[in-house]
């Protein structure tokens, strides 16, 4: 059987606790995950950044390669490709609190 991709992996463990992740080369912070799931090894989970209003999709590529990242923000119909996930982090407490 093949093995868990790495990333998806990673999220996976940290959710439901807050996570930092980098998506490309313009996404940087901190995100929550509503849902997180393994079929197989396919991941899937929907969440958001603490930064803006949009929901993010988390998916496996079809080879396991990557974590792929859509974005819906709010009036949007559709999803759009933002990047894969290249590093995921456990957030510190004060990342998600007001100070």
């Not at 059987?1 to 999220?11: C, G, I, S, Y």
């Not at 759009?80 to 609190?97: C, I, L, W």
């Amino acid at each position: 059987m093949p093995e868990l991709n790495r990333v998806a992996k990673r999220m996976y463990n940290i959710h439901p606790n807050a996570m930092r992740l980098v998506v490309g080369e313009e996404i940087d912070g901190t995100f929550t995950l509503e849902s997180a799931e393994f079929f197989q090894t396919e991941f899937q989970a929907e969440g958001r950044c603490v930064d803006d209003d949009a929901v993010y999709r988390f998916a496996t590529t079809e080879d396991n390669d990557a974590v792929v990242v859509g974005r819906q923000r709010p009036g949007e119909d559709g999803w759009t490709m933002v990047g894969e996930v290249a590093s995921v982090e456990r957030a510190d407490a004060a990342d998600t609190t007001d100070a």
